[in-house]
């Protein structure tokens, strides 16, 4: 773990990637070469059904400053500017998205030994204003994730969060949505040599009184390819096997199926990402 609360968006993280990165049912291929000069191309596509969506990153490193440019198939613009350390612990990010004239932001993200801040404001005559915080350690850390419509004067988004960890355990309980939906996420590391370890998310909507409870694991089978596996109390049960068949470069096929309605056809959904 690293020093500090970490900011908002690392509460309960451990326990969402285990349970929902990588999975898809979407067919993805990634690309990335370098220019001798040090610039990263990155080409994406997405097959969707009977939709193709493809995009074009370009990345370009020069001392702490970061400069991402990306266009995609619908012919928008997306860059992105981030300035590390401008001073001690502070990161500086902007992006716009052409031809959106009100896609404009800045964000200031400062991270301290007992604290983690991320502000952004929108860049607009009437913008929208967000703002999270964390104090405390490694080991406990309260936050609030909140958004200002200035346009309206309402407040769009008020959220709470609470995370505990330890070397092996970090669990956490998050307030959204103004109060209407509960999460509590659990994650934990069974062994470190296997890469083994056990996540649930439980999910409670109070205007509605519906639960959502969704437990997984995942396992190293070597060192180079590793499995998960999930399973919500809906009856959809998934499952991924991902192959790093070379540095950087990885495979990945995983599957859904919804064990109450077993006639269903499976979705099926796969990834490869190719990297020098």
């Known amino acids: 773990m690293g020093k500090g609360p970490g900011l908002y968006t690392d509460i309960g993280k451990r326990a969402r990637d285990l349970l929902y990165k990588d999975y898809q049912s979407d067919h993805k291929f990634t690309v990335t070469t370098y220019t001798s000069t040090g610039v990263a191309i990155t080409s994406t596509g997405i097959k969707k059904g009977e939709l193709f969506i493809a995009d ?26 981030s300035i590390d350390e401008p001073a001690p612990g502070l990161k500086a990010i902007f992006n716009f998205v052409v031809p959106d004239q009100r896609s404009g932001k800045l964000e200031l993200q400062y991270q ?12 607009t005559a009437n913008p929208v204003v967000n703002f999270s915080g964390v104090v405390g350690t490694p080991l406990l850390a309260l936050g609030t994730d909140l958004s200002y419509d200035t346009a309206s004067g309402n407040l769009t988004k ?19 949505d ?15 040599l296997t890469s083994t370890a056990v996540g649930a998310e439980l999910a409670h909507s109070f205007s509605t009184n519906e639960n959502t409870l969704t437990i997984g694991t995942q396992k190293a089978l070597d060192p ?53």
Request: charged share 20%; aromatic share 6%.
């Open 56 to 81: 074009v990153n370009t990345q370009l490193k020069n001392k702490n400053i970061t400069t991402d440019v990306k266009v995609d198939t619908n012919s928008r613009l997306f860059a992105t500017v």
């Open 158 to 176: 008020c959220n709470a969060g609470v995370s505990f960890a330890n070397a092996d355990l970090i669990a956490a309980v998050t307030l959204n």
């Open 178 to 192: 103004k109060g209407q939906n509960l999460n509590a996420s659990y994650y934990h590391i069974v062994s470190p």
């Open 112 to 123: 301290h030994e007992y604290s983690g801040i991320n502000t952004s404001i929108g860049l």
């Open 224 to 276: 180079l390819t590793s499995v998960k596996a999930r399973i919500n109390n809906h009856g959809k049960a998934s499952a991924l096997i991902q192959h790093e068949w070379r540095p950087k470069s990885l495979f990945t096929v995983s599957g859904e199926v919804d064990t109450r309605a077993i006639e269903k056809s499976a979705k099926v959904g796969l990834s490869v990402a190719l990297k020098p």
